[in-house]
């Protein structure tokens, strides 16, 4: 099924949550986001968007973008579970798979999750099963 770029887009502000639950968004947490782009999220669209761009491209861009402006991770998790509730079709059970894994890696970058992340992720797999 096509997904919009904004389907992608509001990939990035949750992945954003996730990365910066605890106040600040690593390095490291970017090179994960990056290793699952090639992996899983480039794989899952084969669209052109504005720009000639895939999916991944505009999750690591959007994603970049936050990061610039200090977005409030608690306002990108809003904002992912508002395009979520009224996108819910786009939520497939591979695609709700595909989301939990990234988030997953993201919070667990340093071999352990966080208090904070794994609060998130779990509101997040709550919130994706009632999709």
């Not at 992945?15 to 480039?42: C, N, T």
């Not at 695609?95 to 340093?110: D, G, V, W």
């Amino acid at each position: 099924m096509h997904k919009p770029q904004e389907f992608y887009e509001k990939l990035a502000y949750l992945f954003y949550s996730v990365a910066g639950i605890d106040g600040k968004v690593d390095s490291i947490e970017i090179k994960k986001l990056h290793e699952e782009v090639i992996s899983i999220w480039s794989q899952t669209d084969n669209d052109s968007h504005e720009f000639g761009t895939n999916g991944g491209v505009e999750i690591e861009a959007i994603f970049e973008w936050l990061e610039e402006e200090g977005y409030d991770s608690r306002d990108a998790w809003n904002d992912f579970k508002d395009y979520a509730k009224n996108n819910a079709y786009l939520f497939d059970q591979k695609m709700r798979n595909h989301i939990l894994h990234t988030c997953t890696e993201i919070a667990s970058i340093y071999y352990h999750i966080n208090k904070n992340e794994e609060e998130l992720i779990n509101k997040l797999k709550s919130f994706l099963s009632k999709l």
